[in-house]
């Protein structure tokens, strides 16, 4: 039998996971340089305030080094291609939220967002899923800032309560 039969054949270095391994050996720096910066010893023990997130720097590296490993060897399974409608919908439904959140308060913008995932995940029309997650939004809002006394946006919903 010939080498080209017995070999599987060898697949082209996955991009999309070099890239990930190169944004996680940049999150895993930062954090390892922000770490250095802690002050504080650790004292008469070896725990100190900068332990943990050196261990969470230490961590990421190697799973940069790991995806990168295994992103050059093209070991990753083939993905399915990316259905984009739903993610636009998801995406822009944070971008009206954020956008919303002071002017429209809480219960609006969160009502809009519910209602923009829904809709990304093929559940009803907007007509009925918009005040349904506005009135989800405003109990949430009521039990975070009437209850627990935390403050959150309040808008023309909120500020008849």
Same mark, same amino acid.
């Given at each position: 039998? @010939?080498? @080209?039969?017995?070999?599987?054949?060898?697949?082209?270095?996955?991009?999309?996971?070099?890239?990930?391994?190169?944004?996680?050996?940049?999150?895993?720096?930062?954090?390892?340089?922000?770490?250095?910066?802690?002050? =504080?010893?650790?004292?008469?023990?070896?725990?100190?305030?900068?332990?943990?997130?050196?261990?969470?720097?230490?961590?990421?590296?190697?799973?940069?080094?790991?995806?990168?490993?295994?992103?050059?060897?093209?070991?990753?399974?083939?993905?399915?291609?990316?259905?984009?409608?739903?993610?636009?919908?998801?995406?822009?439904?944070?971008?009206?939220?954020?956008?919303?959140?002071?002017?429209?308060?809480?219960?609006?913008?969160?009502?809009?967002?519910?209602?923009?995932?829904?809709?990304?995940? =093929?559940?009803?029309?907007?007509?009925?899923?918009?005040?349904?997650?506005?009135?989800?939004?405003?109990?949430?809002?009521?039990?975070?800032?009437?209850?627990?006394?935390?403050?959150?946006?309040?808008?023309?919903?909120?500020?008849?309560?």
């Amino acid at each position: 039998m @010939s080498d @080209s039969a017995e070999r599987p054949a060898r697949r082209r270095p996955d991009v999309a996971a070099l890239l990930i391994a190169a944004g996680l050996l940049i999150v895993g720096a930062v954090v390892l340089w922000d770490a250095s910066r802690i002050s =504080g010893g650790a004292g008469y023990a070896r725990v100190g305030p900068s332990t943990v997130p050196n261990l969470i720097g230490i961590c990421l590296l190697v799973l940069a080094a790991w995806t990168a490993f295994e992103g050059w060897r093209g070991d990753f399974p083939e993905r399915e291609a990316q259905n984009y409608p739903p993610l636009v919908w998801i995406v822009g439904g944070l971008a009206a939220q954020m956008l919303l959140l002071t002017t429209a308060g809480f219960s609006i913008a969160t009502g809009l967002l519910f209602a923009a995932t829904a809709k990304a995940f =093929g559940k009803g029309p907007l007509w009925k899923t918009i005040p349904i997650g506005i009135v989800i939004s405003f109990i949430v809002w009521a039990v975070f800032a009437k209850l627990l006394q935390l403050s959150l946006p309040a808008g023309p919903l909120e500020r008849l309560i």
